[in-house]
């Protein structure tokens, strides 16, 4: 009897009972085990959770990194066109260009007019193109910039108000 009852006091107990491993416990030491299962059953579902709102969290930073970064790229396409934009019409005024939109194909056209000396007609506002051949084509550019050559400024105010051609400043930043 003695020895049931250190045994008794030795538990778990384990047995093998018709061929299986059996453990014997005390009714505490069973609960102790079941709320251990049970706080860490409840952990892992916590950390599950805890794993989707960060994956749902990484998705929302992911998505507007993307968006920053698409912005970025369009903001800067956007500026360099700009600037291609804005040294073109910087250029071909500079080199002496008419620039008009042709509305059968929708393009804008540009038309050299470097080896040509604009007249007006202070009365009627007529400009005229008058054909120079002292010009150095692969320098007009510089030639242009070198001699400061340009209609002097308020030149419409000498034509007629009824035949005065509208002038204005394109905004670029030269």
């Given at each position: 009897?003695?020895?049931?009852?250190?045994c008794q006091?030795?538990?778990?107990?384990?047995?093998?009972?018709?061929?299986?491993?059996?453990?014997?416990?005390?009714?505490?030491?069973?609960?102790?085990i079941?709320?251990?299962?049970e706080?860490?059953?409840?952990?892992?579902?916590?950390?599950?959770?805890t794993i989707?709102?960060?994956k749902?969290?990484q998705?929302?930073?992911?998505s507007v990194?993307?968006?920053?970064?698409?912005?970025?790229?369009?903001?800067?396409?956007?500026a360099?066109?700009l600037d291609?934009?804005?040294n073109?019409?910087?250029?071909?005024?500079v080199?002496g260009?008419?620039?008009?939109f042709?509305?059968e194909?929708?393009?804008?056209?540009r038309?050299?007019?470097?080896?040509?000396?604009?007249?007006?007609d202070?009365?009627?506002?007529?400009l005229?193109f008058y054909?120079?051949?002292?010009y150095d084509?692969?320098?007009?550019a510089?030639?242009f910039?070198?001699?400061n050559e340009?209609?002097?400024l308020n030149w419409?105010?000498?034509?007629r108000?009824?035949?005065r051609?509208?002038i204005?400043?394109?905004p670029i930043?030269?």
């Amino acid at each position: 009897m003695s020895n049931l009852i250190l045994c008794q006091s030795n538990y778990p107990l384990k047995t093998i009972i018709k061929g299986d491993s059996v453990v014997i416990l005390k009714v505490e030491q069973a609960d102790e085990i079941n709320s251990i299962f049970e706080r860490q059953k409840k952990e892992i579902a916590d950390l599950k959770k805890t794993i989707e709102d960060l994956k749902w969290v990484q998705q929302e930073k992911d998505s507007v990194i993307v968006s920053l970064v698409e912005k970025q790229v369009i903001d800067s396409t956007i500026a360099k066109r700009l600037d291609i934009i804005e040294n073109w019409l910087y250029w071909a005024s500079v080199e002496g260009s008419w620039i008009y939109f042709s509305f059968e194909d929708s393009l804008i056209y540009r038309v050299d007019l470097s080896n040509y000396k604009v007249r007006k007609d202070n009365n009627t506002g007529d400009l005229y193109f008058y054909w120079c051949e002292d010009y150095d084509k692969d320098n007009i550019a510089d030639e242009f910039i070198e001699n400061n050559e340009s209609p002097a400024l308020n030149w419409q105010k000498d034509i007629r108000r009824s035949r005065r051609p509208k002038i204005e400043i394109v905004p670029i930043k030269h």
